[in-house]
C-alpha cells in the first residue's frame, strides 16, 4: 500500500433514496494502521456507509478511494485490498471451510499453494482445524463467523472492515479476534469496525467516529469525543449517550457533517 494514501479516504459521500438522505455527504480519511471505530443509534447510517466503503452500493454523491483507487472507477484494485466481515456470515453451507477458502481464492485469483496454507494457518487460529472437514451448515452462529473472519482474511488484505465482530462469540473467542485485529494493527493494517458494544470500541479504537441521523457528529480519541460531549466521564457509553442525545434535540439531523 502506498503510505502517502490514506487507507481510506472518503471526499464528500452521501447517499440519498428518492428524498430520504440515509447518509448527509461526508468527507473522511483513515490513515494506514488506524483502528478506527464508526459508531451511532440503529438507523443512524452506519450500514450505509460500510456498503459503500465496500463497493456494495454505489454513493449518490462524492468519491471513495481504498489505498488510492476509486472504488466506482477501479473496483478490482480497490476491493483487492479489502476485507469484509459483515454482521451476519453470508457463506456458502454445503461447503466445508477449506472447500469455501477454495471458491474465495478464485475469486483473488490466489494461488494454490498460497491459499491453502494461509487457509490452514487461520482455521488453526480460529481453533476450527478439527472441523476443516465438516460442512458449514453444522457450525454454530460463533464457528460461521470465525470462518467469515478466516474469509476475509484469506488473501492478506491492507484493509479490514468489520460490522459487529463479537456477536455470538464465546469469551475466549471474542479475546481471541481482539488480539488478532491488534495484531493487524501493529503490522500496519487498517480497521474499520462498527459495533454497538462500546466496550470494545473503546478498549480496542485509537480514533473515534459517531453518527446519527445520517451525519457524523463527533469524531476523535476518547479525550476529544469527551471535549466535544462536554462530559467528564471516562467511559465511551457514557458520552456517546450524551453526544447522540444532544444531536437528537438539535432540529432533527440538521447538524452539518463533520470534515476530516
Known sequence: MNQTEPAISL??????????????????????????????????????????ITGIIMASCGTVRISGHDI????????RRLGYIPDRPYLYEKLTPLEYFGFVAGLYTLPGDDWKRRGEELLKRFFLWEWR???????????KQKTAMCAAFLHDPDIIVVDEPMVGLDPKSVKLVKDVFREMVAQGKTIFLTTHTLSVAQDLCSRIGIINRGSVIALGTMEAL??????????????????????????????PAIQA
Open 226 to 255: 469527551r471535549t466535544q460531549s462536554g462530559s467528564d466521564q471516562t467511559d465511551l457509553e457514557s458520552v456517546f449517550l450524551k453526544l447522540t442525545e444532544e444531536a437528537s434535540e438539535d432540529a432533527v439531523g440538521e447538524r
Open 72 to 79: 466506482s472507477k477501479d473496483p478490482d484494485a480497490a476491493k
Open 133 to 143: 472437514n465438516e460442512l458449514i451448515e453444522s457450525f454454530s452462529h460463533g464457528m
Open 11 to 52: 471526499a464528500g459521500i452521501g447517499k440519498h433514496y428518492g428524498h430520504f438522505e440515509a447518509l448527509k455527504p461526508t468527507t473522511l480519511d483513515i490513515q494506514p494502521g488506524e483502528f478506527f471505530g464508526f459508531l451511532g443509534p440503529n438507523g443512524a447510517g452506519k450500514t450505509t456507509m460500510i456498503r459503500i
